[in-house]
């Protein structure tokens, strides 16, 4: 028997831990969100965003904007010391414009960790921004809410690195999520065989938990990946993508959808071990914790300076 795992759910366990931990702040945390579509998934996410917002306790400012004015009004965000987190809703222009636009928003406010400066240091495994460890890097929010629902589904291991041993197959090679969620699982241990329309990639853990993952080329093809694979993760956001289907799946395999489409046959319910077909409300809940968590650098620092660094591309 399948289990279905609600992201929903998982979502309320942190919003109730991040609410706790906002209330002892001095301030209340207010973050502002920048829309440039009145319409379609930006538009909703936005809500959703308000909504997690409201519910534990943290102050969120829409500001509506057109494409051309969102440069603008994320550089006002930026400036506002009253403002600790900013998010933008993508796609604003759907081009290498929007890439831009990510490394605009400062990464001291950049809740959603897509900021170059955040990429470098996924990349790097550089898990802390200072020396003396007490700095914790933040990770981009979907990527990070799907390791949590893997870790919600017991997929972890009790010792050694949490998925030591493992085998993934990713469905989606985006610089947004499907890159980073590879690297995230190689670093966590995992061997990963990452696919997109370009043909496949593996990456495999180093041989500490502190060594950033080795990227290969491989010939293994799909059938031969989701044959090894314990873990399975699609978000081919089309309607034409082959769905996975029982068949292709090991007995007791996890299968994580995070694309708006469904990229499992019905029938995976059953052979899977477990089922989240999808993460939407894990992602906002991991936006508020980034928040929570740049707030608190901030205030361990003194004050969090990214900025500068990040834009000229220095390394702590």
């Not at 998934?41 to 904007?65: D, I, M, N, W």
Request: proline letters at 6%; hydrophobic letters at 40%.
């Amino acid at each position: 028997m399948t289990t279905v795992i609600d992201a929903t759910a998982q979502a309320a366990k942190f919003k109730q831990e991040i609410r706790a931990q906002l209330a002892t702040l001095p301030e209340r945390l207010t973050l502002v969100g920048v829309l440039a579509a009145e319409r379609g998934p930006s538009a909703t996410y936005a809500k959703y965003a308000q909504k997690a917002c409201e519910e534990v306790g943290a102050l969120f400012r829409l500001r509506h904007a057109t494409r051309l004015d969102v440069e603008s009004v994320i550089r006002e965000a930026n400036e506002d010391p009253s403002v600790h987190g900013i998010m933008v809703y993508y796609p604003v222009f759907a081009t290498e414009r929007d890439v831009y636009l990510r490394d605009s928003v400062d990464p001291a406010k950049d809740i959603e960790g897509l900021h170059s400066y955040w990429a470098r240091s996924l990349y790097q495994n550089r898990r802390y921004l200072d020396s003396q460890r007490h700095l914790k890097a933040i990770l981009p929010c979907t990527p990070l809410a799907i390791v949590k629902m893997i870790e919600a589904a017991g997929a972890f291991a009790r010792s050694g690195r949490p998925l030591e041993g493992r085998t993934a197959v990713v469905f989606n090679r985006s610089e947004v999520v499907g890159r980073p969620l590879a690297s995230m699982l190689a670093h966590d241990g995992a061997t990963v065989y990452s696919f997109d329309i370009d043909g496949p990639l593996m990456m495999t853990p180093a041989s500490t938990p502190e060594g950033a993952h080795r990227v290969s080329e491989t010939s293994i093809d799909r059938a031969g990946a989701l044959a090894r694979a314990d873990i399975v993760i699609t978000g081919v956001p089309s309607p034409s993508f082959e769905l996975v289907s029982a068949s292709e799946i090991r007995p007791g395999a996890l299968c994580i959808n995070f694309s708006t489409y469904r990229n499992f046959a019905p029938d995976i319910e059953g052979k899977a071990g477990a089922f989240v077909p999808r993460v939407g409300p894990m992602t906002v809940t991991m936006a508020l914790r980034n928040a929570l968590r740049l707030f608190q650098n901030a205030r361990t620092s003194g004050s969090l300076r990214l900025g500068a660094d990040a834009m000229s591309g220095e390394r702590d």
